[in-house]
């Protein structure tokens, strides 16, 4: 099952959200009714902070994951480490979106394209900059944190610290590629995964 906020792929038309704390709830209240089994939680950068939220929610309904998997994003306890942009003006904003990097060269050479995306990438901003953890108990679940080896904004310490979100097994682990290595090392992240899943089937 994936999460698929408003303001994305086929749900472009919808206005993006602009509350963390809204997207934690609607995330939460989508998956909890498909919850009858086991199940891992996996978020990716803004995404990692959201399921970890989603996770600490589910675990106080008595529906807790069997594992979380973090990726390309500090720990909660780690901060933001760079200067917040979502306030700024539209020309300071993709200013400083240019020189973050991430965002394909050719987006900005396409001003009509720009315009489409730019709602939701300051959304986007607005989210991760507005999150700060809030207190409650820790988790029992297995978690993995996963970042890419060139990534700019998230390193193996930052990584390290999520082992202090859970009570339970934690490793992590950094993988080739930058921030998006989803892409450059995908066939090593899917067999991560996978044996990360194998595992913990095989200790219940």
Same mark, same amino acid.
């Given at each position: 099952?994936?999460?698929? /906020?408003?303001?994305?792929?086929? +749900?472009?038309?919808? #206005?993006? @959200?602009? $509350?963390? %704390?809204?997207?934690? =709830?609607?995330?939460?209240?989508?998956?909890?009714?498909?919850?009858?089994?086991?199940?891992?939680?996996?978020?990716?950068?803004?995404?990692?902070?959201?399921?970890?939220?989603?996770?600490?929610?589910?675990?106080?309904?008595?529906?807790?994951?069997?594992?979380?998997?973090?990726?390309?994003?500090?720990? /909660?306890?780690?901060?933001?480490? +760079?200067?917040?942009? #979502?306030? @700024?003006? $539209?020309? %300071?904003?993709?200013? =400083?979106?240019?020189?973050?990097?991430?965002?394909?060269?050719?987006?900005?050479?396409?001003?009509?394209?720009?315009?489409?995306?730019?709602?939701?990438?300051?959304?986007?901003?607005?989210?991760?900059?507005?999150?700060?953890?809030?207190?409650?108990?820790?988790?029992?679940?297995?978690?993995?944190?996963?970042?890419?080896?060139?990534?700019?904004?998230?390193?193996?310490?930052? @990584?390290?610290?999520?082992?202090?979100?859970?009570?339970?097994?934690?490793?992590?682990?950094?993988?080739?590629?930058?921030?998006?290595?989803?892409?450059?090392?995908?066939?090593?992240?899917?067999?991560?995964?996978?044996?990360?899943?194998?595992?913990?089937?095989?200790?219940?």
């Amino acid at each position: 099952m994936a999460m698929l /906020p408003p303001g994305r792929e086929t +749900r472009f038309s919808e #206005a993006p @959200l602009h $509350d963390i %704390a809204q997207v934690i =709830s609607r995330s939460t209240a989508a998956i909890a009714p498909w919850i009858d089994g086991p199940f891992t939680l996996f978020g990716h950068s803004l995404g990692a902070l959201v399921a970890y939220e989603v996770a600490r929610r589910l675990s106080a309904m008595g529906k807790a994951p069997e594992s979380l998997i973090v990726s390309g994003h500090l720990a /909660p306890s780690a901060g933001l480490r +760079r200067l917040p942009i #979502a306030h @700024l003006p $539209d020309a %300071a904003f993709l200013r =400083s979106l240019r020189d973050l990097g991430g965002t394909p060269a050719e987006v900005f050479e396409a001003p009509e394209l720009l315009a489409l995306l730019l709602p939701m990438l300051r959304a986007d901003f607005t989210l991760a900059e507005q999150y700060h953890e809030q207190p409650g108990p820790r988790l029992t679940c297995a978690v993995t944190a996963l970042g890419g080896i060139d990534d700019p904004w998230v390193d193996c310490n930052g @990584l390290a610290a999520w082992g202090d979100v859970t009570t339970g097994p934690f490793d992590h682990a950094m993988l080739p590629g930058d921030h998006f290595y989803l892409a450059s090392a995908r066939a090593e992240l899917v067999a991560r995964i996978n044996n990360n899943l194998a595992s913990l089937r095989a200790a219940a």
